[in-house]
């Protein structure tokens, strides 16, 4: 599902500020340590630039600052509408996993070191992929205990933050491995819409069902967060939704092993 787009350039004004009629500067002519987003950024803009920005290998250090810089009432928006609190953790976390595989590539080699190193700051709150991921987008799960034990570590933005659990994160989310899904970008109006894509997507690419031995073969996230899919007959009911398995069925499950290559910039096609 990964591919090289043409540059959106109507993200690119909403991003940098200019004017639908004005075109755009030549890349060779861009001084790109002199631009800075527009005041009014919303962190959910922001955090949807910086994913952009990343994409298209220009500097996000101004998204980064406004996100960090960011305040209380700024999030209000991402603390209270879940579409929007989707929408801006995924960017933040998939943009924050790709400038570390670029900036400290080196952390991949110690899984444990990468996703609890400092990725991101949000409203001068330092956050790890793991702070995001299992402390917000996962409603504070640990990460241990199949997706059935509560995390103890605390984010710092308080509970506030955390959002309900919603399993189609686990294929939205890239880290930098092979098996992980490839990246999108979301905004709140259509999170909803551009994570079923994800989803369906990625179980259309990985998910291998057997009729005649009654058996699926099914991504080993789906193991690694069993709890999340509400165990076994909740992942079998999740096959049915996304129509990987017959209406009626109820198959054994395989999980498939991981690859945990590293594979930055896996950028797929806009929803």
Not at 39 to 64: G, I, K, N, Q
Not at 93 to 106: C, D, F, I, T, W
Not at 182 to 195: G, H, I, R
Not at 200 to 228: M, N
Request: hydrophobic share 35%.
């Amino acid at each position: 599902m990964a591919d090289s787009p043409t540059k959106d350039r109507t993200a690119e004004r909403r991003c940098h500020g200019t004017s639908g009629g004005a075109p755009s500067p030549p890349e060779s002519t861009k001084n790109q340590s002199d631009e800075s987003p527009p005041a009014e950024l919303s962190p959910t803009s922001a955090a949807r630039c910086l994913l952009e920005s990343v994409r298209y290998e220009e500097s996000p250090d101004p998204f980064l600052d406004a996100i960090a810089e960011a305040t209380d009432a700024d999030l209000n928006r991402v603390r209270t509408d879940p579409r929007a609190g989707l929408a801006f953790w995924l960017n933040v976390y998939n943009a924050a996993a790709q400038l570390l595989l670029e900036r400290r590539p080196a952390l991949f080699e110690s899984r444990v070191r990468f996703f609890r190193a400092r990725a991101v700051t949000v409203a001068t709150v330092e956050l790890s992929l793991d702070d995001i991921e299992h402390g917000i987008l996962r409603g504070g799960r640990s990460k241990y205990g199949l997706g059935y034990l509560p995390r103890i570590e605390r984010t710092g933005l308080g509970a506030s933050a955390e959002l309900e659990l919603d399993p189609r994160i686990h294929f939205a989310l890239n880290c930098g491995a092979a098996s992980c899904p490839a990246v999108l970008a979301y905004d709140p109006d259509t999170v909803d819409e551009t994570l079923d894509y994800a989803t369906r997507s990625y179980l259309e690419e990985t998910v291998e069902y057997d009729a005649e031995h009654d058996r699926v073969r099914v991504p080993r996230l789906s193991l690694w967060f069993i709890g999340d899919f509400g165990g076994r007959s909740g992942i079998r009911e999740f096959l049915r939704e996304f129509e990987q398995i017959p209406p009626e069925s109820s198959p054994s499950l395989r999980f498939s092993k991981y690859d945990w290559t590293k594979e930055a910039r896996q950028f797929g096609k806009y929803y």
